[in-house]
């Protein structure tokens, strides 16, 4: 199993800026894919950001040149920068994180492939 700890949340007024941080642990293998959605009340859940060992990062068109995400692979810590923060920009944010673990079982060890999710960090943006 992977644990995602996210942080960094909070109250914000417009045009401020927020940076969130989000470390997964486990008996990880590898992780290839770390990104951050968001979901506001009564909308569904929806990708913000992500971030591919290989390839090229992918935003939303809403955050587009507002936000940033990126990486410290060794720690397994996925970032997001937040700036010029809209009050549309409220909502709960959950990291996720994409890859595989490892347990040992019976048959001995055993490799997992999954999505695992964060607990969520509250970001409100006021007007």
């Known amino acids: 199993q992977v644990q995602l700890a996210e942080s960094g949340g909070g109250l914000v007024q417009a045009g401020g800026s927020l940076r969130l941080s989000c470390e997964a642990s486990g008996n990880i293998i590898t992780i290839n894919v770390m990104s951050w959605y968001r979901q506001a009340p009564g909308k569904e859940r929806e990708l913000v950001a992500a971030?591919?060992?290989?390839?090229?990062?992918n935003y939303s068109d809403s955050v587009k040149g507002r936000f940033t995400i990126s990486r410290d692979s060794p720690k397994n810590t996925v970032y997001l920068e937040m700036n010029s923060l809209e009050p549309e920009d409220t909502a709960v944010y959950y990291c996720?994180?994409?890859?595989?673990?490892?347990?040992?079982?019976?048959?001995?060890?055993?490799?997992?492939?999954?999505?695992?999710w964060g607990q969520g960090t509250q970001v409100t943006v006021s007007s």
């Open positions: 971030h591919t060992r290989v390839g090229p990062t």
């Open positions: 996720a994180a994409t890859g595989i673990t490892t347990d040992t079982t019976d048959q001995g060890q055993v490799f997992i492939p999954g999505q695992f």
